[in-house]
T-cell receptor, first 112, second 115 residues
Framework: GEDVEQSLFLSVREGDSSVINCTYT??????LYWYKQEPGAGLQLLTY?????DMKQDQRLTVLLNKKDKHLSLRIADTQTGDSAIYFC????????????FGAGTTVTVRA | DVKVTQSSRYLVKRTGEKVFLECVQD?????MFWYRQDPGLGLRLIYF???????EKGDIPEGYSVSREKKERFSLILESASTNQTSMYLC??????????????FGSGTRLTVV
């Protein structure tokens, strides 16, 4: 079955880069996603990557995918206070791609 | 702006009450989902629906039921609320299988407290 794991907390200084890591176990993943949840809000899709890609860049966000190690990361360049949030990694798998499996979420705290 | 709307942001209910959580989407999405979110556990799928009147159990359906009488509306029902159902409930919708990688669109959540 699907299993997605993330570290629970990350503290980063304003202006530095943040790197949030995620591992997954299902080798038939099709898409992998990063969602952001700000306090008191629902989840917002940040970016996603198809499983046959190894990198995707979108402004300050860079997603890296290592399929061999089943490792996904999200790098946020020039981290701002507005980046403080919970970040969720999620995957869909072949044959079941309407269903997302989520990690527990990484709480990112940006300090001045 | 496309939306998933959950009718209540905060609810306080008593143990044993029947509780209805409502969710409406305006994107004509076929799939709708109910998750609960608890600290350290992430999002766990309760039920989902891939069409009107169709429903399937997720990972933690016990103590819950759902209703989808119209495409745009998906209701979560707690038949007899218990304190261990105190949680944040998130509704989401999506396109059907194979129609791209749009992921889910989420509502803002309902924080339910059962006392």
């Amino acid at each position: 079955g699907e299993d997605v794991e993330q570290s629970l907390f990350l503290s980063v200084r304003e202006g530095d880069s943040s790197v949030i890591n995620c591992t997954y176990t299902d080798s038939s993943s099709t898409y992998l996603y990063w969602y952001k949840q700000e306090p008191g809000a629902g989840l917002q899709l940040l970016t996603y990557i198809f499983s046959n890609m190894d990198m995707k860049q979108d402004q300050r966000l860079t997603v890296l995918l290592n399929k061999k190690d089943k490792h996904l990361s999200l790098r946020i360049a020039d981290t701002q206070t507005g980046d403080s949030a919970i970040y969720f990694c999620a995957e869909t798998v072949r044959g079941n791609d309407y269903k997302l499996s989520f990690g527990a979420g990484t709480t990112v705290t940006v300090r001045a | 702006d496309v939306k998933v709307t959950q009718s209540s942001r905060y609810l306080v209910k008593r143990t044993g009450e029947k509780v209805f959580l409502e969710c409406v989407q305006d994107m004509d999405h076929e799939n709708m989902f109910w998750y609960r979110q608890d600290p350290g556990l992430g999002l766990r799928l309760i039920y989902f629906s891939y069409d009107v009147k169709m429903k399937e159990k997720g990972d933690i359906p016990e103590g819950y039921s759902v209703s989808r009488e119209k495409k745009e509306r998906f209701s979560l029902i707690l038949e007899s609320a218990s304190t261990n159902q105190t949680s944040m409930y998130l509704c989401a919708s999506s396109l059907p299988t194979g129609q791209g990688a749009g992921g889910y669109t989420f509502g803002s959540g309902t924080r339910l407290t059962v006392v």
